[in-house]
Every structure is written in structure tokens, then in C-alpha cells.
């Protein structure tokens, strides 16, 4: 047994010491043919660094040899060493026999720098050479679908999968294609494309996509199903739980969607978006406390959770706590791009808190975003009125109008403002 070998099997059961000093004979002792597959394999199980040392001494000695240059540039990749990188790729011309080879790792590069037109070319280029090469098109069709361009991903997939290929570095082509129809909003066909993978076949990741496709699809009681099998299995996986609960609301089973979320909760206490959707449905149980507490923790976790703010001020509105509402938006309420119903919910606060210039303001601010919503107008109509703010009580009441032309109260109301010159 070669001592590489004997480093694999030290390295593979867990003693890394013994793994290291073996790791040194094989260095001085093994011949290259056996040190080049001893790089695979210690790549392979993340033992990067000493890959990238094996392959940097095999290049001294073979300089020409550009497999271990694109090697190298695929460590250094990883290893967030993009000049060194850049510097191995570039020397691999295009007449190498690795040229292929370095131009699906420059697109790998590229990505990871966001460089994503830079990568598209690379990969391809790559295509261009070798037309029906499985890799190649495998990386097309995975570029693709992170850029969210389903259309061309989809064509990539179809291709590989037209071929018999259904797998490829431990992706289901199958489910990857069902997800990128998902992706175009095309639910039934992305479902027919999910039904035909066996249930063995299934990953935690496959289950929670078809899951979401039947919500999207309006199917609640099989996007349940599949949802608890996966919950069943994997109830850390964080990101069903959202879902779940969603399709259990969906089917008209409000505790159950409750409890769901405050099952997620115990498994990511951090999630502000999961604290939001607990108060919502709180608030629907009528819960009201419990619907503040979660309130209170999402803003506490990210003070800029306009939902979150929202939401709190919302209730506290409906619960007529108008000074917690004025000193929960107080901080927001200068912020530019602001969400325009804390203008409206800081309005009615100072209003019935008798601040009646602040409350004009809030108006004033909040009628610009509201001009199509009659509620608003109609009570933005009766406060300008109050207050006296002629010009604004009749710009007010004709946006109302048009949204309400038959308020018999309100069309004298401006015939009066009319006939005296507004």
C-alpha cells in the first residue's frame, strides 16, 4: 500500500494526525502519477491546502502542464484568492488541452466576483468548443437559473435530460427543471415535470419546492401533505415552515397555521419575517398581545423592519393607543422613502391627541399616496374642515368625489366651498 493511500484511509476515519505525518512521506516518496491522484482525492474531502501543495510541486517539475495550473486556480477560487487565480488562468492559452477545462473554472471565478456577463461569455466560449459536452451545458443551464433566466435554463435542462441524463454532480435535472418553470409562473407544467421524480428520489430541498408549487397552484391540502412529510423529517429545515403555514391559512385552519409558525420560531428565533407572520395571524386569532410581542421582537431583531412598524402601529391604532403609536413611529417619521401609512397612522394619532398642526402635516404628507383610497379622503376631508385648512378640505373632497360621486353630504359640501370662491 502506497503511502497516499495510507493517508486517505487515515484522513477518511478521522485521525488527522497520523493522516499528516503520512501525508509528509508521501511526499518524499510516492511517484507523481500516484501524488497527482492523491491531490483528487484530498480535494475532494476539502483538504484543500494540501491538494495545492501536491499540485504546485508537480508543477515545478512539469511546467507545461496546464491541467495543474486550472487545478490550482480552482483551489485558489475557493480559497477567496482571486489575483493568484486570475494569475494560473492566464496562462492556459487557447491551443492547450486544458484550455476547456480553465475556461469552466474562469466562469466559476467571474461569479463569484459578480462578474456575471464576463461569466456567460467563458462559459459560452466553452460551449462553442465543445457543443455536447454534459458539463458544459450543466453549467449553462445552473448559470441561468441563479440569474433567474428561466427560459434559457429550462432549454439547457431539457436538452441534458432529452439525453437521459437525469443527474449530474448530485443535482436532480428533473426538479431543477420543475423549478425553473416555477420560476416562469408556469405551476401546472413545473408540477407535471416534479410527479414524475420517485418518492425515493425526493431530498429534503425537492419536497419543499413541490410543496410550494401546489400553495402556488391553489392545491393547500397536498402542499400541506408535502410540506408535514418534510417537517416530519427535517423540522430544522427553516424555510417550510413559512409555507406550511401560509397553505394551512389557505385551507381555512388558522390555529393550525399559528401553531406552525410558532413552531418555526423555535427553530429560528432570529427571523423577523416569522415573528411579522405570527403577529399577523395573532391578530386574525384575536390575540392581540401575543400579536404585540412578536411585533415588539422583529422590530427589537431589525429596527428597520417597516412591516414590522406597520403592523404595531396598526394595532395600536385599533386598540386607540394613539401616544404608543406616536412614540413608536416618532423615530421613522423624518426617514426618507418612508412607508406612506405611518404618515396616516401618525396623522390619526396627533389628531386625537389634539396636536392638531402635527396632525396636519401627517396629512398633508400621507394625501399625496392616498388619493385613490376613500377612507383616507374621507377623513382627511373632515379633519382640514375642522382645522380650517380651506384649500386642503376642497382638494380632499374633489379626490373623494371621484372615488364616491354619489356622497350626497359631501357634493353640497363643496357646492357650498364653491360658491364662496374655492
Known amino acids: 500500500m502506497s ?102 473554472v474562469s466562469a466559476d471565478l467571474y461569479q463569484t466576483e459578480e462578474l456575471y456577463e464576463v461569466s456567460e461569455q467563458k462559459l459560452l466560449e466553452a460551449e462553442k468548443i465543445a457543443p455536447d459536452e454534459q458539463v458544459i451545458l ?4 445552473e448559470f441561468y437559473n441563479m440569474m433567474q433566466n428561466y427560459k434559457k435554463a429550462t432549454a439547457y435542462y431539457l436538452t441534458l435530460i432529452k439525453r437521459g441524463i437525469l443527474n449530474l454532480s448530485s443535482v436532480n435535472l428533473v426538479a431543477r427543471l420543475a423549478t425553473a418553470y416555477a420560476g416562469m409562473g408556469k405551476f401546472e407544467t413545473s408540477m407535471a415535470y416534479f410527479e414524475q421524480i420517485k418518492d425515493s428520489d425526493k431530498t429534503p430541498d425537492i ?12 392545491n393547500y391540502s397536498s402542499a400541506i401533505d408535502m410540506l408535514m412529510q418534510l417537517r416530519d423529517t427535517n423540522q430544522d429545515y427553516v424555510s417550510l415552515y413559512p409555507v406550511l403555514a401560509e397553505a394551512q391559512e389557505n385551507n ?27 403577529a399577523r395571524l395573532a391578530t386574525q386569532l ?36 394613539y401616544q404608543d403609536n406616536k412614540d413608536l413611529l416618532q423615530p421613522y417619521i423624518q426617514e426618507n422613502d418612508l412607508d406612506p401609512q405611518i404618515y396616516w397612522n401618525t396623522a390619526v394619532s396627533e389628531e ?5 398642526k402635527e396632525a396636519q402635516t401627517a396629512y398633508q404628507n400621507a394625501f399625496p399616496f392616498f388619493t385613490n383610497n376613500a377612507d383616507f379622503l374621507h377623513a382627511a376631508v373632515y379633519f382640514f374642515r375642522q382645522v380650517g385648512s380651506d384649500d386642503w378640505t376642497v382638494k380632499a373632497l374633489k379626490a373623494y368625489l371621484k372615488l364616491v360621486p354619489d356622497d350626497q353630504e359631501f357634493n353640497l359640501m363643496l357646492e357650498d366651498y364653491e360658491e364662496n370662491g374655492f
Open 138 to 141: 450543466f453549467a449553462l443551464a
Open 252 to 278: 381555512g385552519d388558522l390555529d393550525a397555521a399559528y401553531k406552525t409558525i410558532q413552531e418555526g420560531l423555535s427553530y429560528d428565533e432570529y427571523n423577523e419575517d416569522l415573528f411579522v407572520q405570527a
Open 3 to 104: 503511502y497516499s493511500e495510507q493517508v486517505l484511509k487515515k484522513f477518511e476515519s478521522g485521525d488527522i494526525k497520523e493522516g499528516n505525518r503520512l501525508y509528509g512521506w508521501a511526499l518524499r516518496k510516492d511517484d507523481d502519477d500516484t501524488l497527482n491522484s492523491l491531490a483528487e482525492e484530498l480535494y475532494g474531502l476539502g483538504f484543500d491546502g494540501k491538494a495545492k501543495r501536491i499540485y504546485e510541486n508537480l508543477l515545478k517539475k512539469y511546467p507545461d502542464e496546464d491541467t495543474l495550473r486550472v487545478n490550482i486556480a480552482d483551489i485558489e477560487i475557493g480559497q477567496g484568492n482571486t489575483n493568484d487565480a486570475l494569475q494560473q488562468l492566464s496562462q492556459v492559452k487557447p491551443d492547450s488541452d486544458a484550455y476547456l477545462q480553465s475556461l469552466l
Open 352 to 356: 386625537h391627541l389634539e396636536n392638531f
Open 207 to 218: 419536497l419543499f419546492q413541490q410543496g410550494f408549487v401546489y400553495l402556488q397552484l391553489k
Open 286 to 321: 384575536q390575540k392581540f398581545d401575543e400579536a404585540e410581542h412578536y411585533l415588539k421582537k422583529a422590530i427589537k431583531i431589525n429596527p428597520e423592519q417597516m412591516h414590522a412598524v406597520v403592523e404595531l402601529s396598526n394595532l395600536y391604532i385599533q386598540q386607540q393607543r
